[in-house]
C-alpha cells in the first residue's frame, strides 16, 4: 500500500487484514481491492497531517517551533524517535538555525516519496 503512496497505520492494517483474511489467513488481490478502496474512502492525509498541525498551532502562527513539533512526533500516535524527528527538521529547514518549522513545508517534505537510489 504504501507503494501505491497510501499510508495506513499499523492498526489500520490489522484490522483490514481481520475483515479481509481468508480461512488460510491469507489476502488475495480481490481482497486487496476491497482494502484499497476501503483506505482510499478515509484516507487524505496531506489535508489530515495539516489539520492536525493547524489544531496545536493555537495561536495561528503557520508555524511550530522544533520543540513543539518534537513534542507531538515522539509522544503522539505512533511515536518517532528523536533522531528521526531530528533528520525530519534537518530536512525541512536544511543548515539553518531557525527553530520554526513551517507545517506546510514540513507536509510537503513528508509527502515526497524517497528517491530509490
Known amino acids: 500500500m504504501r507503494s501505491l503512496s497510501f499510508k495506513p497505520t499499523k492498526t489500520e492494517l ?7 483474511k481468508k480461512e488460510d489467513a491469507q489476502i ?21 497531517i495539516l ?23 515522539t509522544q503522539t500516535g505512533e511515536a518517532l524517535s528523536n533522531r ?3 533528520m525530519i527538521i534537518q ?12 507545517y506546510e513545508k514540513l507536509i510537503k517534505v513528508l509527502s515526497t516519496p524517497l528517491s530509490s537510489f
Open 14 to 20: 490489522e484490522n483490514y487484514f481481520n475483515k479481509y
Open 51 to 73: 489539520n492536525a498541525f493547524k489544531a496545536y498551532d493555537v495561536n495561528k502562527k503557520g508555524y511550530l517551533t522544533t520543540k513543539e513539533l518534537k513534542a507531538i512526533l
Open 28 to 48: 488475495d488481490f480481490a481482497e486487496f481491492l476491497n482494502i484499497l478502496h476501503d483506505h482510499i474512502q478515509i484516507e487524505n492525509a496531506n489535508d489530515e
Open 91 to 102: 530536512e525541512v529547514n536544511g543548515s539553518s538555525k531557525n527553530d520554526k518549522i513551517n
Open 84 to 86: 528521526d524527528v531530528e
